[in-house]
């Protein structure tokens, strides 16, 4: 009795193909090789790393409009207040200083010879007291304010001066949103001349402008955002 194939009752062996042959497909009812699916990796294959996505288009995908003209650095376009406030910080900076030392020289001057009434020796005296004392007061306002807006200009170019971080803002570059760097934060401030013209209009325009923009920071293509 064979209990082999029954194909095969004598159990002889099935001939062999010869080499080099293609292989023939399995009889049915025989299990067959399973194939790895072909999206699989290969064991040891490195891993791909996942896409990036920024905060941005997270937030996108999470129901959160994009505001239209966003700029590239952080935060909302800042407001006129902000930037004003930032204004008048900085020109205490730089200005308070030499502007107390140019009245204190003023009066002093208006007041040298009075009391002295038509003596020379008290024309003498007052000129030798007070002389050096005006030149002192205008040569302090001349390098306070020079140091004081070299200095400003230069946090400014690194995105923020005294004022601006004072009131929480920054200024960046439109199409990058990095901070200007002090040669063009100095060819800003020259072009600030732009918005001193026409009753310096210029330096009220961020108040409805949609980038909150002066005439000098469409040229220069900047604009200031807060930073919270």
Not at 11 to 39: N, V
Not at 46 to 73: C, D, I, K, R, W
Not at 83 to 94: E, S
Not at 141 to 170: C, D, H, T, Y
Request: include cysteine; glycine fraction near 10%.
């Amino acid at each position: 009795m064979s209990f082999g194939d029954p194909n095969n009752p004598y159990g002889q062996q099935p001939p062999q193909a010869p080499y080099g042959a293609p292989q023939q497909p399995a009889q049915y009812g025989y299990p067959q090789p399973s194939q790895p699916p072909q999206h699989q990796q290969a064991y040891g294959a490195p891993q791909q790393p996942a896409p990036y996505v920024s905060p941005q288009q997270a937030a996108q995908g999470h129901g959160y409009p994009q505001q239209p003209g966003m700029p590239a650095g952080p935060g909302v376009y800042a407001s006129w207040g902000s930037r004003f406030g930032a204004f008048l910080i900085d020109f205490l900076i730089a200005g308070l200083v030499p502007l107390i030392a140019v009245i204190t020289a003023l009066v002093l001057e208006k007041t040298l010879y009075s009391g002295c009434l038509m003596e020379h020796a008290c024309y003498v005296a007052r000129e030798k007291e007070r002389v050096p004392v005006i030149i002192a007061l205008l040569v302090l306002s001349v390098l306070w304010g020079f140091v004081a807006n070299i200095l400003i200009l230069v946090k400014e170019g690194q995105g923020a001066s005294p004022g601006k971080k004072a009131m929480k803002i920054r200024l960046i570059r439109e199409d990058t949103g990095r901070p200007l760097g002090f040669g063009l934060a100095l060819l800003r401030r020259i072009c600030h001349g732009l918005d001193s013209a026409a009753c310096s209009i210029g330096y009220l325009w961020p108040a409805w402008d949609a980038k909150g923009q002066t005439f000098a920071d469409k040229v220069m293509r900047t604009v200031v955002v807060s930073t919270e």
